[in-house]
């Protein structure tokens, strides 16, 4: 297949990563992150709770050298989705691309905060003020509520098959807590 061909093909090959993605953002949408966990119910509380989830399935996937294209898949449909949703709420097409860009950096900072939290020893609640709450802190009782699902959430997607997260069986945060 040329280069062109691939560029304007009508397959969409990431179209298999679309029900991971819509299990990803059903599972950021939760009520009980919001109502628990004090995550704000905002445009920015939503994205900041969906960019968590996607960094943790990212996290989990990385592991598996096999899954680089579906990672790749998966980013394009929150990319699209990310522009889409900018859209919506009126963005301009002048201005869509470099919001579309801080959001892909803040995922990779999520991505690198959380992962150097849940496995390296960093500290969880700072990631989660920094990356959820944006230095506005909940009440304890909140805070640490988000810190253990997301712990616990981390750990039941370590315990699933690359297969099964690919297919969009992620785990349930709410009955895995």
Not at 31 to 60: C, H, K, N, T
Not at 62 to 75: H, N, P, S
Not at 92 to 117: C, F, I, T
Not at 118 to 137: K, M, S, T, V
């Amino acid at each position: 297949m040329s280069f062109f061909s691939k560029i304007f093909s009508k397959d969409k090959s990431n179209a298999g990563m679309r029900p991971l993605y819509e299990a990803i953002v059903r599972e950021g949408r939760q009520i009980a992150w919001y109502e628990e966990g004090q995550v704000p119910d905002s445009i920015d509380g939503r994205f900041d709770m969906i960019a968590a989830i996607f960094a943790l399935v990212m996290i989990r996937l990385e592991k598996d050298e096999e899954r680089g294209q579906d990672i790749a898949w998966l980013t394009e449909i929150f990319i699209s989705d990310m522009d889409g949703q900018l859209r919506q709420i009126g963005i301009g097409e002048m201005v869509v691309g470099k919001h579309v860009g801080r959001m892909m950096g803040a995922l990779g900072g999520r991505v690198g905060a959380y992962r150097e939290a849940l496995e390296n020893g960093a500290d969880l609640q700072d990631a989660l003020l920094r990356n959820i709450f944006r230095g506005e802190r909940p009440d304890d009782e909140a805070l640490g509520y988000i810190a253990q699902r997301i712990t616990t959430y981390h750990a039941a997607l370590e315990a699933c098959k690359t297969d099964e997260i690919i297919a969009g069986n992620i785990p349930d945060s709410g009955a895995v807590v």
